[in-house]
């Protein structure tokens, strides 16, 4: 440990064995070192984690022993971090209720609970104070969770619940070992008896039929990819799983869902670039489905049912930043689409939602969202106004589709989340919820700025900015600089409570909107991705210095954040500027990308080369992400402390990955900072599910950037 380095370097560091195997592909040879961490058998260790290969289990043992000698004297600092945390929310906490029918839904925590309860109450009474003599439990998470981790499964996590249309019962999925292969059980609700055996191997999607005993749900591969829909009388318990539908392309990802109106069922297809939509009539769930559209390349619609028509959300025609059109349910095909409201470049539609007399649309307008009320009578328009300078929307859909009251959240960097019912025909908001922050919370200890950074190529990128009211800019202040970049993903500049405990000790929290997002539109994502890839890090490296320019921070005062495809963000900034960075933590990132992509059989590789390209068959796509894939440039350099995190049951970015990086990664090193590996041996992309354990794993992580940035005292 040194006045420089915060870290000991008295730990040995485990050192994984070089074993090269060499890859030719397209005429193009690569030698991978680290690729006998993969298990043979990694598709049974995502379904029974405890048949990992005892080599591979050892090393990873070995990484996660290595990480907690460097962090262990972090540990009262991280139990400081999480009580912070865990002060800031509320224990006893319920969502406003939803209303349908002779009910009112919703879900409440109790102190000390992990998941929840899903409850509802009577309409009539659900305005009352007291309610709870009238609640009707209809799912207990915590225990539920009790009693599947007394059957041996220590992770848990509740994926959807839904009721029937007729109220008398209840479909839920689960997930037992974070792999996210679903188990749906349905129970009637009176009685809490399951009315059928669990449906396995699902991807945790399902729908009710109108006829109140049809369920729909899709069903996962031997890859892990959704990929079939069945249906089945849940009442009759004889009753066979009938296949109604088969995704034969491996790049499309299904779903089920019902329409606006719940007069449908949907079975959505889409491959991030073109979509497809296939009609089932809710009440006579029999019937075979009926494609709305067939698949186009480069073409996404979806359908909003209302009265005799379909209102479509497309970007057909060139409609870069999407329209709506409009078309009979009768005639459904593309060639009788009619334009409805027209494409407006610079206007994102993000969504529409349709009911009885209204139509909502979320756009997104120079990087801030807004909600766009159209009266369906006569198409006049008013905008719902906000006045913080950046903020974070969103619709909240509902059950009911006649009526005149629109459900939104709301929230900004320095205001906490909040529920409004606005009422679309007088214009009245109401708010319904704020979200209570029991430690304390003054916004005005807190300033929010939206700047933009201008790139190296002369593109303005918007950069979200939250601090200490009153901060010197004198490029003193160390920096978490997040960001992601990719699928057109927009982080949203809403409230975050877990980052004021970074801030409180003189952090800028910087959210950088670049490329490979749509802040600014559907171009701006199309900019960041495939040949324009670079794009996307070239604006996160360059924020990072803009930053330093205005006195926010200083070079080598900045923690890299991301976590996924933004672990692939900051693994290639960290490549192409390790002096920027005190610290890089990457969470599950996605940083083998060649090799990703050249392995059919995983999970994501075929829908996720319309995004990153199929090195498999273009010599151009190959050694454009051999250009700047985080684990094929690492060389030998200088690099920061670097915290990964992995999940061994994760499907999206599989273990192998993270693991593979930080063996490289230190092998390259040459400074004495560490490479920190933390797998989670219980757990897959999303960590942990508790909310009280989760945060634990946010702690860790901003323990290692206090650490890293010398303010542990606090």
């Known amino acids: 440990m040194s006045a420089t380095n915060p870290f000991s370097t008295s730990f040995s560091a485990p050192k994984a064995e070089k074993r090269p195997v060499t890859h030719t592909q397209l005429t193009r040879t690569r030698t991978d070192d680290y690729g006998w961490l993969k298990d043979e058998n990694w598709k049974k260790v995502m379904d029974d984690p405890s048949v990992l290969n005892a080599e591979i289990r050892a090393y990873l043992d070995a990484e996660n022993t290595y990480c907690a000698q460097h962090m262990q004297d972090t540990k009262s600092l991280q139990d400081v971090l999480f009580a912070q945390m865990k002060g800031r929310i509320k224990d006893d906490d319920s969502t406003v209720p939803d209303a349908d029918g002779p009910y009112e839904y919703a879900q409440r925590y109790r102190a000390g609970d992990q998941h929840g309860l899903y409850f509802r109450t009577p309409r009539h009474k659900a305005k009352s104070h007291d309610t709870t003599d009238v609640e009707e439990i209809l799912l207990d998470g915590d225990a539920l969770s009790a009693r599947m981790k007394a059957d041996g499964h220590p992770y848990f996590d509740i994926g959807g619940v839904q009721h029937s249309d007729n109220h008398n019962y209840l479909a839920y999925s689960v997930d037992l070992n974070g792999a996210e292969r679903y188990l749906i059980n349905i129970i009637d609700i009176k009685t809490q008896a399951e009315i059928c055996p669990p449906l396995e191997n699902t991807s945790g999607d399902f729908e009710w039929a109108q006829d109140e005993r049809t369920l729909f749900w899709v069903e996962r591969d ?3 990819r959704p990929c079939k829909v069945y249906r089945k009388n849940v009442l009759d318990k004889n009753a066979k799983a009938i296949l109604v539908y088969t995704e034969t392309d491996p790049g499309f990802f299904i779903s089920v869902s019902r329409s606006d109106t719940g007069n449908y069922v949907e079975i959505v297809c889409n491959d991030h670039t073109s979509s497809e939509t296939w009609l089932i009539p809710a009440d006579t769930p029999e019937h075979a489905p009926v494609c709305a559209s067939p698949r186009r390349p480069l073409q996404e619609y979806t359908l909003h049912d209302h009265k005799d028509n379909f209102y479509v959300l497309t970007n057909a025609d060139d409609a870069t930043d999407f329209k709506v059109m409009k078309v009979k349910q009768s005639l459904t095909d593309i ?19 349709t009911y009885q007399s209204h139509m909502v649309r979320l756009e997104r307008v120079n990087a801030l969202p807004r909600i766009v009320i159209r009266d369906l009578s006569n198409n006049e328009e008013h905008i719902i106004d906000f006045a913080e300078e950046a ?3 969103g619709l909240m859909g509902g059950y009911e589709f006649d009526t005149d009251w629109v459900r939104f959240a709301y929230s900004s960097p320095t205001t906490p989340g909040q529920v409004f019912d606005y009422n679309m025909h007088t214009r009245e908001r109401i708010l319904r919820k704020t979200n209570e922050i029991p430690s304390g919370h003054i916004p005005d200890d807190y300033q929010t700025k939206r700047i933009e950074i201008t790139a190296r190529d002369g593109e303005e990128i918007p950069v979200t900015l939250i601090m200490k009211s009153g901060l010197k800019l004198d490029s003193s202040a160390p920096c978490l600089l997040y960001g992601y970049g990719s699928y057109g993903i927009t982080i949203p500049a809403g409230f975050r409570t877990n980052i004021l405990s970074l801030i409180d000790q003189g952090f800028v929290y910087a959210i950088a909107h670049i490329r490979g997002g749509m802040a600014k539109g559907y171009d701006w994502y199309t900019k960041g991705k495939l040949e324009t890839k670079q794009a996307t890090f070239d604006d996160f490296i360059d924020v990072g210095y803009g930053l330093c320019k205005l006195g926010y921070t200083s070079e080598g005062n900045i923690i890299a954040h991301g976590g996924s495809a933004g672990g692939l963000l900051v693994g290639a900034a960290l490549n192409q500027a390790p002096q920027l960075f005190a610290g890089v933590i990457a969470a599950v990132p996605f940083v083998d990308v060649l090799n990703t992509m050249s392995d059919e059989s995983l999970p994501l590789t075929p829908p996720e080369w319309p995004e990153w390209g199929n090195p498999l068959i273009s010599e151009k796509d190959y050694d454009q992400i051999l250009a700047y894939s985080p684990y094929d440039n690492v060389e030998a350099r200088n690099y920061p402390p670097i915290l990964i995190t992995a999940g061994l049951t ?5 273990y ?20 920190l590996l933390r797998t989670n041996m219980d757990a897959g992309h999303q960590g942990e599910a508790g909310r009280y354990d989760s945060l634990k794993e946010i702690a860790f992580e901003y323990a290692f950037a206090l650490k890293v940035t010398g303010k542990m005292d606090i």
């Open 222 to 224: 031997e890859n892990n």
């Open 335 to 353: 060639q009788h689409w009619q334009d409805y409201i027209a494409h407006s470049a610079g206007t994102l539609i993000l969504g529409i939602e």
């Open 391 to 393: 903020y974070a929307l």
């Open 650 to 654: 994760d499907p999206r970015v599989t």
């Open 656 to 675: 192998w990955e993270p693991a593979k990086w930080a063996a490289k990664l230190r092998d390259h090193q040459l400074a004495d900072a560490p490479i």
